[in-house]
């Protein structure tokens, strides 16, 4: 009986053993094996901490290396507001510190809320005393702020930037993907107080630092334009202008200067019209300048020579309509070369009629008109140059002295540069290069330069254009260099305003020294008083070409631009 | 019938033990009584064999333990040093481009000519070409 019972229990405590154990082992193969992925998940969630490691937006420099935007690490504020444990007293220890008034300051950090900002991208000071004050539910994290340290230096040109680091205009638009660059990723384990576990488990994704760009801007000549144009905009009255200095060889552009300005460390006080890159966006009607394609055409074609003697009078009558000289004068008898040199509107349009339509258009888009010129830079407006079968029967006229077509102060300057390089079409730029993560230098590639008139043509309208700063007759005494032969002209255009003209546009454009051209300068003033391009536009061209020129010689003496190795070394 | 079995059992159980000549002789019971007294005469001379292997292995843990926790705390202080020095490599790279910006902001033109003015330092009216 007593074995009997003996054994019950001991089968009954092995059947309990089994049981337990079977309710052990079922419980481990539903942890292992079924619900494995999602518990190892769970606790990896609990360990494992991903970090962004941002990526630091790249700089854009001068030519010569020099900062025009960069980004550094600042402190933005930020409340917890569950955190926080006397709201009256923080904000009140807050406002102060951060400019703000108190009443919205607590209404923020009284919110229902986990994350709400106080102040972004705050100076090093403010954050300082922020992390002093060591309020409860207050705290500090690391952003990335763009600095403009030149100011409004090429503002236009250089852009600006979102509260996000996100590109909103100029090159900063255009490269933002470039400049950008790729964020990285930190996975680390942490403990309960959040350390990092020596031993644990971590991962690092590199983040790869956005490009730098360097400008084949020069700051010193970008500075002088700039001034120039303030000056001008002073003593004349011009409402807005714009300027444009290139080295016709290679195309670079040493100066990109609009009038009016804007400070981009100081956005919210701008506005859109100041923030445009006026020589790249805004169409005008070229005037006079223009009689320099249509000379180059001209000469090209064998319609005329330089010499030509030709009997001018003050009008001429086109397509019904009548066309008028500046000035009141008898029948002239001038060479062709003086009928450019004196911008004389009938002897022009008396070529152009030899020309014809289709010529005149051929050559007015051989010099770049009536199509975007390629520079790097967005929203480039391509003018509006129309196909001869929608020309009426004054736009022979009207075109071949620049009006009833437009342009943009970059595709005039670029016609200039195509005269001073010999006849050479060629792209405007303005990256020198970009700057990788790996330090390398890479140089932008362009298309090769094509000839659109024979160099001796170009010669030809050089000589001519050297007669309209150097003879009596010409228009652009003022745009005169010391030192210097200056090819140039004049152009004062009627402004297209909506349902006719209004007011002038004033551009002086040339290049010097003219016997070997180094520089291109194209200055559009609008509508200055008195509205003579001659006595407004070549004086600013006068100004900022000698500077330039200056400029060039001084850099001849020494190394103005560093090379690629140093420059990439500069800028990391 | 008992004291036979009593007999010969510490004849079968105990004859190997005659080292114990003081008990064997003096006990006035044998056998089985005895044999639970008898078993630790048996052990001293197990002991310093046994004594000599555990002490050397408990030794031998102790160091190997006492190592790993030295060795965790010297991998957790590197490792904290090592977060110490890539925080402030990144503290110092970002005081670098702070003043990269601000020796920027210094040599900008606009405030190089507003300092030459300021200086008293004036355009020249009149250039003169040396060559």
């Given amino acids: ?572 | 019938m008992a004291a036979t079995k009593q007999a010969a059992a510490p004849a079968r159980h105990y004859a190997p033990l005659p080292e114990s000549p003081v008990r064997v002789v003096t006990s006035p019971v044998p056998a089985p009584r005895k044999a639970p007294s008898q078993r630790p005469a048996s052990r001293p001379a197990a002991r310093p064999a046994r004594r000599s292997r555990v002490l050397p292995s408990v030794l031998l843990a102790g160091v190997v333990v006492f190592g790993l926790v030295l060795l965790n705390i010297y991998l957790a202080q590197t490792s904290f040093a090592l977060s110490e020095v890539q925080s402030k490599v990144a503290e110092e790279r970002s005081r670098q481009r702070q003043l990269r910006s601000e020796v920027a902001q210094a040599e900008s033109p606009a405030t190089v000519s507003q300092m030459a003015v300021e200086l008293g330092l004036v355009v020249p009216v009149q250039l003169q070409q040396l060559d």
Avoid: C
């Fill in chain 1, 1 to 572: 009986m007593a074995t009997k019972s003996k054994s019950i229990r001991l089968f009954s405590l092995l059947a309990a053993l089994f049981v337990g154990f079977g309710i052990v082992a079922t419980r481990m193969f539903w942890l292992q094996i079924v619900d494995s992925s999602r518990l190892t998940e769970m606790a990896a969630a609990q360990r494992q901490r991903t970090l962004i490691v941002p990526a630091q937006r790249g700089s854009i420099l001068a030519s010569d290396g020099t900062e025009l935007a960069i980004s550094v690490d600042v402190k933005t504020v930020f409340a917890d507001p569950h955190q926080v444990t006397d709201p009256g007293r923080t904000a009140e220890a807050l406002a102060p510190v951060l400019d703000l008034e108190v009443g919205p300051l607590l209404e923020k950090i009284t919110r229902d809320s986990g994350f709400v900002y106080l102040a972004r991208k705050v100076d090093e000071s403010v954050a300082a005393q922020v992390a002093q004050l060591q309020l409860p539910g207050i705290h500090l994290v690391p952003e990335s702020k763009r600095l403009y340290p030149a100011g409004s230096l090429a503002s236009q040109v250089v852009g600006f930037v979102g509260t996000e680091n996100e590109g909103l205009g100029g090159l900063e638009y255009m490269y933002d993907d470039l400049l950008t660059g790729r964020d990285g990723k930190v996975m680390v384990e942490r403990d309960p107080l959040g350390r990092q576990i020596p031993v644990g488990e971590s991962s690092v994704k590199e983040a790869i630092s956005g490009s730098d760009i360097i400008l084949t801007l020069d700051r010193q000549i970008q500075h002088e334009a700039e001034a120039a144009l303030e000056r001008a905009a002073e003593r004349w009255g011009a409402g807005s202008g714009s300027i444009v200095v290139m080295d016709p060889a290679s195309r670079e552009i040493l100066a990109m200067a609009n009038t009016p300005a804007f400070d981009p460390r100081d956005l919210d006080s701008s506005d859109a019209q100041s923030r445009r890159n006026r020589a790249v966006t805004d169409l005008y009607e070229p005037g006079s300048v223009t009689k320099v394609v249509t000379a180059a055409a001209g000469l090209e074609s064998r319609v005329t020579s330089p010499a030509e003697r030709m009997r001018v009078a003050d009008r001429l009558k086109v397509g019904g309509k009548v066309f008028k000289d500046s000035h009141v004068h008898p029948v002239q008898e001038l060479s062709f070369a003086e009928v450019i040199q004196s911008s004389s509107n009938v002897g022009t349009i008396q070529v152009a009629q030899r020309l014809g339509e289709e010529r005149l258009y051929e050559y007015l888009r051989r010099f770049g008109f009536g199509r975007p010129t390629g520079i790097d830079f967005p929203a480039e407006a391509s003018g509006i140059l129309p196909e001869p079968s929608q020309w009426w029967g004054t736009s022979l006229g009207t075109i071949s002295i620049g009006q009833s077509f437009a342009g943009t102060p970059i595709q005039v300057a670029n016609a200039f540069a195509t005269l001073a390089a010999g006849g050479l079409a060629a792209e405007p730029r303005l990256i020198k290069g970009t700057v990788g993560a790996d330090g390398v230098v890479e140089a932008p590639e362009h298309p090769a330069p094509q000839r659109v008139i024979e160099q001796a043509t170009a010669r030809q309208v050089t000589d001519i254009l050297v007669g309209v700063t150097e003879d009596e007759i010409g228009t652009g005494s003022a745009a005169r260099v010391p030192g210097y032969l200056v090819a140039g002209k004049t152009g004062t255009a009627q402004k297209a305003s909506e349902g006719g003209y209004s007011g002038y546009m004033a551009t002086f454009a040339g290049f010097a020294p003219a016997d070997n051209p180094r520089l291109v300068v194209s200055v559009v003033l609008d509508d200055p008083n008195p509205i003579l391009a001659g006595q407004t536009a070549a004086v600013t061209f006068q100004e900022v070409m000698e500077f330039a020129l200056r400029r060039l010689r001084s850099s001849d003496a020494g190394p103005m631009d560093t090379d690629s190795t140093s420059l990439a070394a500069a800028t990391r």
